[in-house]
């Protein structure tokens, strides 16, 4: 698989952040109308988006920066080792 230039990736996150953020207070809105009290209604939908919005970022800047494993190598991009 290719690079992706970093440009994209800001507009993929720049794209998505809102439909996160809209989604949350759709879903927000239709619980607190159903009748759940302010914590589902209100405060879970928020931390559902805080934590989706969180992963996107880590999976695109971990695209950004060209790491695919969690641990790192301990190599940089180009095979050499990195000075810790």
């Known amino acids: 698989m290719g690079k992706v230039h970093p440009l994209t990736l800001l507009l ?3 794209v998505a ?3 996160v953020v809209g ?3 759709l879903v927000s809105f239709l ?3 159903s009748g759940y009290g ?3 209604g209100g405060i ?7 934590l989706i919005v969180g992963v996107i ?9 060209g790491r695919r494993d969690a ?7 180009n095979g050499e080792a990195d000075d810790v």
């Open 12 to 14: 993929v996150l720049l």
């Open 17 to 19: 952040v809102p439909l």
């Open 23 to 25: 989604g949350a207070g």
């Open 31 to 33: 619980l607190l109308r």
């Open 38 to 40: 302010y914590v589902v």
């Open 44 to 50: 879970l939908p928020f931390l559902v988006s805080l």
């Open 57 to 65: 970022g880590v999976v695109l800047g971990r695209a950004a920066s």
């Open 71 to 77: 641990q790192g190598s301990g190599q940089g991009r």
